[in-house]
């Protein structure tokens, strides 16, 4: 990542009005404007995206982690099947799958208990508006593959009840990437799981017709042979975009946002 890129970046998540935008439950989409609106090479364009998942993960401590885990194991079975082009997409879609979760309220990704009715469908909702952002973005591909990561092969998912011949294997390798990544994430509502304990349960949604079975065979290889993807850690994600000197961001970021 460029260096002036990292200080802007930087500059964002010490800046106290705009980290209130993100932690407030109506926050503004105008502080992202600008991103897209040139024409990039799709490495620097995966740079823009972990820019935007790193200031989308200031709002919530539970899944801060969780854009980039999915974006990595993303990436990872992607290229092990396809190529690696289509990892690089596929980590650039990891990335931005959970944008629209900028509209959901801070209520419901931190609430320890069951959601209700109406708060299911908020959260539902955060599918929706990932697609909007991205369709006003102009990246429509992207759009679709974001849009159906919590789709079913069995049309068990939503938001548009899809079945298996609907869907193409970027859609089914995101499924898998982020059903996995979330299990072995910490969330209000339960601890996270470890890595062995993370592929079983996919293993079971295979079996149950919900998950593609070779993205799934994928996944076991690539875990077992990255163990980064084994575990869910935030340092992680600052290594990967500040390098070296990840150490001393985590030290702000700590003192900026986490003690509030």
Known sequence: VPESVKKITLEILEDY???????????HFEIFSGFFDQVIDIDTFIEFA????LILGTRSIFTRNHLSLVARTSEAIARS????????????????????????????????GKLTDEEWILMKKHVVDT?????EADLR????????????????GYP????????????KILQVADVYSALIERRPYRSAVSYREALDIVKKEVEKGRLDEKVFNELKNVVLSEPALMRTRYSDVLKDFFGDHYREIAEILKDVLWSR
Request: some cysteine; glycine content about 8%; hydrophobic content about 40%.
């Open 160 to 171: 548009m009840g899809l079945v298996e011949d609907q869907m193409t294997i970027y859609q």
């Open 131 to 135: 697609v909007h952002t991205l369709q």
């Open 17 to 27: 009005t705009l980290v209130e935008q993100l932690l407030d439950d109506n926050p």
């Open 50 to 53: 972990k820019i935007i998942s």
């Open 141 to 156: 591909f992207l759009a679709v593959i974001c849009g159906a990561h919590h789709e079913r092969l069995d049309g068990s």
């Open 81 to 112: 099947m396809l190529g690696t082009l289509d990892g690089k997409v596929m980590k650039l879609a990891g990335f931005v799958h959970d944008v629209g979760k900028i509209k959901t309220p801070l209520s419901i990704l931190h609430k320890k």
